[in-house]
């Protein structure tokens, strides 16, 4: 039998900033952003403050549940214009 895992979803938006960089940030965590050169270093660094937001989120309240596990809703890098 399968185990089913549930998982956080967080939603994650990206912008492209004045200087080329990009910032991603979790509108639904406060705090929780992060900047990159490219598209992917934005939201692999917002994917560690996050996890990292949500550790010591749980530690703080104990009445919160906090699932190991969790999935970014990333928004298409082609409204960049960026391609692979």
């Known amino acids: 039998m399968a185990k089913k895992?549930?998982?956080?979803?967080?939603q994650i938006e990206v912008t492209r900033q004045p200087d080329e960089t990009y910032l991603a940030v979790c509108p639904e965590?406060?705090?929780v952003y992060a900047e990159g050169k490219t598209y992917l270093d934005a939201v692999l660094n917002v994917e560690d403050v996050l996890r990292i937001s949500l550790e010591l989120?749980?530690?703080?309240?104990?009445?919160?549940s906090i699932h190991q596990k969790f999935f970014l809703e990333i928004p298409n890098p082609l409204r960049f214009g960026l391609t692979a």
């Open 57 to 64: 989120l749980g530690s703080s309240h104990s009445s919160i």
């Open 5 to 10: 895992v549930l998982l956080d979803k967080y």
């Open 29 to 31: 965590v406060q705090g």
